[in-house]
Each structure stands twice: as structure tokens, then as C-alpha cells.
């Protein structure tokens, strides 16, 4: 039994990796550490509650509040981020605050308190676009967005707490995921929801930019077996190898929502857009990781759950924030 810190536990990725810690190992503790920014809703944090989850509301930048969300932890997730790539070609200031300075505040409070294993999750999205084949983990950085950088430089801290301090960081590095409680601003999400209302779905540039998809349940397990079985100091990307371009990807959606082609809206590029991202995981693979759910049947699911929890996102995307958001997008 030990008592774990996930950081962002109220985002996409974060909620479901405790709802999947809760279920693969029901004897610890989680204490999770959120700030409950636009993409992380209190209602996820009530949803998280439980016996042995703690919920601290805080920013991952507040040595206080990493101090205190960290007493008696054993491991940290490091989830919590500014992600959207959009957002972050409007205001880059907040990526960098989060995720950086974040990211060195939770470091310096992990190396104060002995912590026995950080994993540090970061983004495929570090190796900017791949021209051929596939990025292992030695591949060089190049980040093309302000997301992307702030993330490569919190890895890059990572590495040198590892060097200088010998604190025990394991990063991981994952493709694009999917799945249930994805913020609507996402590709996925956004379709989905847009076809559930009768909208087009707006499709970058010439829709040929290629992404690696992951399901969220997959991304959570590759995860958990890198905290125990991954060394410190080691990198570790997680992906699938099913690849495919927006306008495959848009045409699945299409398919799986019963809506046709006329749906598709060709909209202006988002600037320095990755033409393609394609990881070599065979490193995790090597641990004894694989992915169990395949594309089609993972959206089809998504695209479920979508359906079924309409008011979930109903109150995300006619709140004003997000329809400021949207408008400032497509000006
Ligand atoms: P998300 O945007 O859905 O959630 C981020 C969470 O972090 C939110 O709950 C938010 O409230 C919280 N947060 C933001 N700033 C904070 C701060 N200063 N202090 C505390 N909490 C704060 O993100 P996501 O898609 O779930 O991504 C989670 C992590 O996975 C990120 O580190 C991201 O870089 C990484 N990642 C995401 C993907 C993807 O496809 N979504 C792929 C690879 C890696
Ligand atoms: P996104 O979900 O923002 O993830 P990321 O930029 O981190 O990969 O976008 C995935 C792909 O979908 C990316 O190539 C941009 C494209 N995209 C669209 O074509 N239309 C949209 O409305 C959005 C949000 C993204």
C-alpha cells in the first residue's frame, strides 16, 4: 500500500489514470493536485472522490501547494499541463509558467522529500514533425509549437535533476490519445460533438497532417508499467504505430456518426503545423507493454460516450469561455 500524486488528476488523461490506479491497485491512496483550470472541471474532481482519494485544489507553480500535495506520496504522475497547441500560439506565457516552472517547483519539492519515483509525462510532440520512419527516444528534440517547447524544456529538466541530483525520473513520451472526457477543444472531442450537433467539422489546411492515436486506457497502463519496471533516467515513448491524416481520421468519424462528406469545412492551417508524428516504441514494448484497443473499435466507443453524456459537454461548449475561445479561432 503506498500513497501515490497525480498531478492534473482533473484533466483527460489525469481523471482517467486514477480512475484506471483505483481499479489496478485499490490499496493505495491517491492524492491528486489540480488547479481546476478551464480543462479541468470541479465535476471531474467530484467524480474522483472516494475513500482513498485526496483532492487539493493548487497550482503545480506553488512550491506550497507541491509541498504539501507531496507529504507522504511514494510516486508522482506528473500530468498536469497547459496542452492545447491553439492556445498556446495565443499566449504562450501560461505554457511556460505550468509547464515549466511547474514542472522544476514539483522537481525541487520531489528531491526535498525523497521521492521514489517521479514519471514525468510528457508529448511525442517534442520531436516535431518526422519527416520518415519513426522518432525513438535518442531522436533530437525539435518542437515546432510553444507547447511543444515547454514541454521538451520540462523534460529537459527532468534530465538534469536526474545528473545533477539523482532524482529517480522516469519520462514518458506518448502519441495523441482519445477517449472518454476529452476537453472539446481536441480534434476527437470536437468532431464528435460538433457532428452530435448537426455542425461541420473544420479540418486544418488540407487535412493531410498525419498523427499516431492512442486510447487513453492503453496510455494509462504503458504508464503504470514504466513507474515500476522503466529505470530512472530513462525515456520511454508510447505509441501505437497506427498512424493516419486528418482527413482519414475525419472520415472515420464521419462513418461512425452516420454523417456524410458534406460535413467536412477545409479551414485556414494552424501555424507551424506538424506535417506528421510517428513514435518507435519498441523500448516499452520491450517491458512486455502492448496496446489492446484497436482504432476503430476505441472511437466507435468514444463516439458512444459522447452520445450518452451529452450534458457533460453541452455545459463546456455553450459556456462563454469556450465560445470566445472558438470565435477568436475561426476570426
Ligand atoms: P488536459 O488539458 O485535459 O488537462 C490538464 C489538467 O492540468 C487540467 O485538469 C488542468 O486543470 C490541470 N492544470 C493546468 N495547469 C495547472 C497548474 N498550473 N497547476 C495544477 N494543475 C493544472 O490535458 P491532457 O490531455 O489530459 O494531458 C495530460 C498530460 O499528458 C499533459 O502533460 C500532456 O502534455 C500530456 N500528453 C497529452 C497527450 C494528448 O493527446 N492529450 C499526448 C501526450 C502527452
Ligand atoms: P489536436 O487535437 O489539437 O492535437 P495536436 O495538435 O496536439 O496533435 O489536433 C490533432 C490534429 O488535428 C492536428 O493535426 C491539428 C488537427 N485539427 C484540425 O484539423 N481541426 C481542428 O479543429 C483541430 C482542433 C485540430
Known sequence: MARILITGGAGFIGSNFVRYWRKAHPRDSVTVLDLLTYAGSRKAAEDLRGPNVRFIRGDVADPRAVATAMRGCRTVFHFAAETHVDRSIHDSGRFVRTNVLGTQRLLESARLSGIERFVMISTDEVYGSVAK???GEDARLAPNSPYAASKAAADLLCRSYVRTHGTPVVITRCCNNYG?????????PLFITNLLQGLPVPVYGDGRNVREWIH????????DLASRKGRPGEIYNIGTGRRLSNLELAGMLLKAAGAGRESLRFVKDRPGHDLRYALDSSKIRGLGWRPRIGLREGLMETVAWYGKNRAWWRGIKSGPKYRSYVARQYR
Open 216 to 223: 487513453v486506457d492503453d496510455h494509462a497502463r504503458a504508464v
Open 180 to 188: 472518454p472526457r476529452q476537453f472539446p477543444e481536441k480534434v476527437i
Open 133 to 135: 520512419g519513426s522518432a
